[in-house]
């Protein structure tokens, strides 16, 4: 149980680009996700918080408008990268927060590469 | 200021030495304290939730505690398999579902 997916798996794409990451919550509904970047051999540094319907919160320092986030559903949110460029590089993981339950569960990961 | 510190930040045991990883945090109002289990090039695996001080948690070789400071991840007899990052992440009051993640401790197992 508490299975998270993301899709793709790794992305390789060409500057000014913009690149879509899926992450799905698989067998639970999932009121709240959140996305995370991770540089290497560093922590999880949380990006925004997806909340079901409602607009993302993004944390300081975040583009909200170079990475768009949806919620559209219980079990979906997606991440787009907008006019990617060379620094967005990195490995992106989105988990997802079972409804009425305060544990988060994480997808495998979308190492994206901008070239 | 909410804050999480892990330490070591590397950990190098023998099959069969035991050990225990620190997550020390200082957090205006403790909802809940995690541990994760990451691999090189994946996410995450949550292994415990822990809520209260006095509360432990163990799963196979892993056990977990918690007190009002600090949390412990004890690792006993283990194995090559247990090699990764661990992740400690803290939920405060007042702060909705966000987690503070510590910068973790890489352990390594040798046979």
């Known amino acids: 149980g508490a299975v998270v997916s993301q899709h793709p798996s790794w992305v390789i794409c060409k500057s000014g680009t913009s690149v879509k990451i899926e992450c799905r919550s698989l067998?639970?509904?999932?009121?709240?996700m959140f996305w995370y970047r991770q540089f290497p051999k560093q922590s999880l540094m949380l990006m925004a918080t997806?909340?079901?319907?409602?607009?993302?919160?993004?944390e300081q320092g975040v583009e909200k408008d170079k990475f768009l986030i949806n919620h559209a559903s219980l079990t979906l949110s997606t991440l787009t990268v907008t006019s990617a460029h060379p620094e967005d590089s990195s490995f992106y993981i989105c988990?997802?927060?079972?409804?009425?339950?305060?544990?988060?569960?994480f997808g495998p990961g979308t190492r994206l590469l901008v070239l | 200021e909410d804050q999480v510190t892990q330490s070591p930040e590397a950990l190098r045991l023998q099959e069969g030495e035991s050990s225990s990883l620190n997550c020390s945090y200082t957090?205006?109002?403790?909802?809940?304290l995690f541990w994760y289990r990451q691999d090189p090039g994946k996410g995450p695996e949550f292994l415990f939730t822990?809520?209260?001080a006095g509360e432990e948690k163990e799963k196979e070789r892993l056990k977990a505690t918690l007190t009002k400071k600090e949390s412990f991840l004890h690792i006993t007899a283990p194995k090559p398999e247990d090699s990764a990052t661990y992740l400690c992440?803290?939920?405060?009051?007042?702060?909705?579902?966000?987690?503070?993640f510590g910068s973790g401790t890489k352990l390594n197992v040798k046979p």
């Open positions: 822990l809520y209260s």
């Open positions: 957090v205006s109002g403790l909802r809940g």
């Open positions: 992440a803290v939920q405060a009051s007042g702060h909705f579902n966000k987690f503070y």
């Open positions: 997806s909340n079901e319907g409602s607009k993302a919160t993004y």
């Open positions: 988990s997802a927060e079972q409804t009425f339950k305060e544990t988060q569960y």
């Open positions: 067998d639970f509904q999932a009121t709240t």
